[in-house]
């Protein structure tokens, strides 16, 4: 079956240094790859997206670029600010039978400080 | 943003008992979904509901558990009964469409069966 794989647990980075937030995958399928933030106590929230092999997609100062070579979809950002800290998921949708279920991997918790 | 609700935000009940989660939807959207989150672990697709029945469930939708949306009100699930295992986080999503269509989250319930 389908899985993600993620950065694990805590990255603890200070105000003004680069982000990046590994994600690794596995699919028989073509997919769609998703990042979402979760910022504490609310609801998770896309933030970026994309099915497009080696085309850099951005939003909110983030970016990241699917690479079906490798598998991955790495998230980016040049410099970090405190509102950044959140709980960020890589997911993935495929194009086979069921193309409505999220795989999720384990999130990666990033604490941005002063 | 479009948002969803989730009631209540926390659940504390004994092994055995009924419970039923409740998912306010983004008004206008046809497809919903719940995930389920073990502390520490990935969020994991329980089942997917269109048109009044399951589209989709996973190996996690135990014969316990059972969703509906009567007459367009909260999109439910019910477990019964519950055990120590059913303790997670469970979130809600609902999209506009199926397939690659967005999903919106809500902010999850905590359940502890104890």
């Given at each position: 079956g389908d899985s993600v794989t993620q950065t694990e647990g805590l990255v603890t980075l200070t105000e003004g240094l680069p982000v990046m937030l590994n994600c690794t995958y596995q699919t028989a399928y073509s997919t769609f790859l998703f990042w979402y933030v979760q910022h504490l106590n609310e609801a998770p929230k896309l933030l970026l997206k994309s099915s497009t092999d080696n085309k850099r997609t951005e939003h909110q100062g983030f970016h990241a670029t699917l690479h079906k070579s490798s598998s991955s979809f790495h998230l980016q950002k040049s410099s970090a600010q405190l509102s950044d800290s959140a709980l960020y998921y890589c997911a993935l949708r495929n194009s086979?039978?069921?193309?409505a279920k999220l795989t999720f991997g384990k999130g990666t918790k990033l604490s941005v400080k002063s | 943003g479009p948002k969803v609700l989730q009631i209540p935000s926390h659940q504390i009940i004994d092994m055995g008992q009924m419970v039923t989660l409740n998912c306010d939807p983004?008004?206008?959207?046809?497809y919903f979904y719940w995930y389920k989150q073990i502390l520490g672990q990935q969020m994991e697709f329980l089942v997917n509901f269109y048109n009044g029945k399951v589209m989709e469930k996973s190996?996690?939708?135990?014969?316990?558990f059972s969703v509906e949306r009567p007459d367009g009100s909260y999109f439910t699930l019910k477990i019964q009964?519950?055990?120590?295992?059913?303790s997670a986080v469970y979130f809600c999503a609902s999209s506009?469409?199926?397939?690659y269509a967005e999903q919106f989250f809500g902010p999850g319930t905590r359940l502890t069966v104890l």
């Open positions: 086979g039978g069921s193309n | 983004v008004s206008n959207h046809l190996k996690l939708f135990k014969d316990q009964p519950t055990a120590l295992e059913d506009l469409g199926g397939g």
